[in-house]
T-cell receptor
Framework: KAGVTQTPRYLIKTRGQQVTLSCSPI?????VSWYQQTPGQGLQFLFE???????NKGNFPGRFSGRQFSNSRSEMNVSTLELGDSALYLC?????????????FGPGTRLTVT | GQQVMQIPQYQHVQEGEDFTTYCNSS?????IQWYKQRPGGHPVFLIQ?????EVKKQKRLTFQFGEAKKNSSLHITATQTTDVGTYFC???????????FGRGTSLIVHP
């Protein structure tokens, strides 16, 4: 099976701009979660989508939003970028059923805000 | 909310020495997962423990889940340079589909 893919892998944006990141989960996985990883804060959960619905949400401002399509692909959007949004954004897919909760991460998108 | 604490934050070892990282949860967990992230890479799932007192082994790695299902440990015997990376535990509370990650332990192995 192909793994989780994320595009783009690297991105440089300017403060105030917006950005959209894309994630394609492992085939058959209906749950997609997004995480922000920074050296200071570790892995922080942004939100999770399951069958096109946001099922869980972390403690991030409304500038961070996402959506999931019927083919389980997901996008994450950050509006009005701030310098502090510079981070590695990781997407993870999961079966998220009673048999299997493990998360399979993509390679991430490295976002730099200048 | 649920918190997962992981210690130590960093560990330097000489190649061949053993290494242990500990994970403690503020609440009882339904299961716990362990992940490894190599420098410049992304977290990779290692294992999942679900039963109280469970012990699982993967070659030189031994994973334990505490009797009270609130703590876990990962022990690596005779570390090798290929073990370098950050090891994360992630705990799932009952009814949740989203694991809470610890801050990770970065293992540095000196040859």
């Amino acid at each position: 099976k192909a793994g989780v893919t994320q595009t783009p892998r690297y991105l440089i944006k300017t403060r105030g701009q917006q950005v959209t990141l894309s994630c394609s989960p492992i085939s058959g996985h209906r749950s997609v979660s997004w995480y922000q990883q920074t050296p200071g804060q570790g892995l922080q959960f942004l939100f999770e989508y399951f069958s096109e619905t946001q099922r869980n949400k972390g403690n991030f401002p409304g500038r961070f939003s996402g959506r999931q399509f019927s083919n389980s692909r997901s996008e994450m959007n950050v509006s009005t970028l701030e310098l502090g949004d510079s981070a590695l954004y990781l997407c993870a897919s999961s079966l998220a059923d009673r048999r299997s909760y493990e998360q399979y991460f993509g390679p991430g998108t490295r976002l730099t805000v200048t | 909310g649920q918190q997962v604490m992981q210690i130590p934050q960093y560990q330097h070892v000489q190649e061949g020495e053993d290494f242990t990282t500990y994970c403690n949860s503020s609440t009882t967990l339904s299961n716990i997962q362990w992940y490894k992230q190599r420098p410049g890479g992304h977290p990779v799932f290692l294992i999942q423990l679900v039963k109280s007192g469970e012990v699982k082994k993967q070659k030189r790695l031994t994973f334990q889940f505490g009797e009270a299902k609130k703590n876990s440990s990962l022990h690596i015997t005779a570390t090798q340079t290929t073990d370098v990376g950050t090891y994360f535990c992630a705990g799932l509370a009952g009814g949740s589909y989203i694991p809470t990650f610890g801050r990770g332990t970065s293992l540095i192995v000196h040859p």
